[in-house]
C-alpha cells in the first residue's frame, strides 16, 4: 500500500534556528498538506498546497512558516526561527482529487528547546 | 469557520461492551465525515469515513451515524477488544473543493479493559 514518508522522525533543535521537515506525498496524488499535532492535543491545519501554490492556510501558518515542493517529489514545511511553542508532531499528508484516499504520514516529532 | 466538538474526551468499557462517541460541527457546508483512530505516537488512520448523502455506513464491528439536521455524527464500535484501546478523533470537511482541509475534534480517549 502506498505511504506518505516523512524525515526526520524526531528533530531537537535550538530556539531561533531554521528546521526543514521533509515528506514524499503519494505519488500520484495532487494535493498536499501539514498538520500539526501538540502533544495530547488535537490534530490542525495548517496548509494545503496544490499545483505549486499554497491553497489555504490557518491562522497558526504566519510569515514563520513556508512551503515549497522543489524537485517534484518532496514537499517541504520550514519553519524560519523556531519558538518553544511550535513543539509538536507535524503531520504530511496528500490526497487525490476528491478527497477520498487521504492519507498521513507517520509524522516528525519537533523539540525546541 | 468550521468547529467540531467531540465528547466524551474519555471513555472507559470492559471488553465485549458497546463504545459510542458523539461529535458535532457548525458549517453546514461540511459533507464528509472521517473518523481516525491514533495510537500513541504514530499516525492518524483511517477507520471509517461517511458522506452527507448516506445516513449510517457500517464495517464489521465499527459504524457511523450521521444525523444532517442536527449536524452530528457518531461512532459505534460493537464487541469492543483491548486492541481498541487508542484515542478516536473525528473531523469534518467540505469536498466542494478539490482539496480536502480536515477539521478535527478535540479527541477520545478509549480504554477497553480486559
Known amino acids: 500500500e502506498p505511504e506518505v514518508t516523512q524525515t526526520p522522525s524526531h528533530q531537537v533543535t535550538q530556539m531561533g534556528q531554521e528546521v526543514i521537515l521533509r515528506c514524499v506525498p503519494i505519488?500520484?496524488?495532487?494535493?498536499f498538506y501539514w498538520y500539526r499535532q501538540i502533544l495530547g492535543q488535537k490534530v490542525e491545519f495548517l496548509v494545503s498546497?496544490?499545483?505549486?501554490?499554497?491553497?489555504?492556510k490557518s491562522e497558526i501558518f504566519d510569515d514563520q512558516f513556508s512551503v515549497e515542493r522543489p524537485d517534484g517529489s518532496n514537499f517541504t514545511l520550514k519553519i524560519r526561527s523556531t519558538k518553544l511553542e511550535d513543539s509538536a508532531m507535524y503531520f504530511c499528508a496528500s490526497s487525490p482529487p476528491g478527497g477520498s484516499g487521504y492519507t498521513f504520514g507517520s509524522g516528525t516529532r519537533l523539540t525546541v528547546v | 469557520g468550521e468547529n467540531v466538538e467531540q465528547h466524551p474526551s474519555t471513555l472507559s468499557v470492559q471488553e465485549g461492551d458497546s463504545a459510542v462517541i458523539k461529535c458535532t460541527y457548525s458549517?453546514?457546508?461540511?459533507?464528509?465525515f472521517p473518523w481516525y483512530k491514533q495510537e500513541l505516537g504514530k499516525r492518524p488512520q483511517l477507520i471509517i469515513d461517511?458522506?452527507?448523502?448516506?445516513g449510517e455506513k457500517k464495517d464489521q464491528r465499527i459504524a457511523v451515524t450521521l444525523n444532517k439536521t442536527a449536524k452530528h455524527f457518531s461512532l459505534h464500535i460493537t464487541e469492543t477488544q483491548p486492541e481498541d484501546s487508542a484515542v478516536y478523533f473525528c473531523?469534518?470537511?467540505?469536498?466542494?473543493?478539490?482539496?480536502?482541509?480536515?477539521?478535527f475534534g478535540a479527541g477520545t480517549r478509549l480504554a477497553v479493559h480486559p
Open positions: 473531523a469534518a470537511s467540505t469536498l466542494l473543493r478539490g482539496y480536502n482541509k480536515l477539521i
Open positions: 461517511i458522506r452527507s448523502n448516506v
Open positions: 505519488s500520484n496524488h495532487l494535493y
Open positions: 458549517d453546514s457546508a461540511s459533507n464528509y
Open positions: 498546497f496544490y499545483n505549486n501554490e499554497i491553497s489555504e
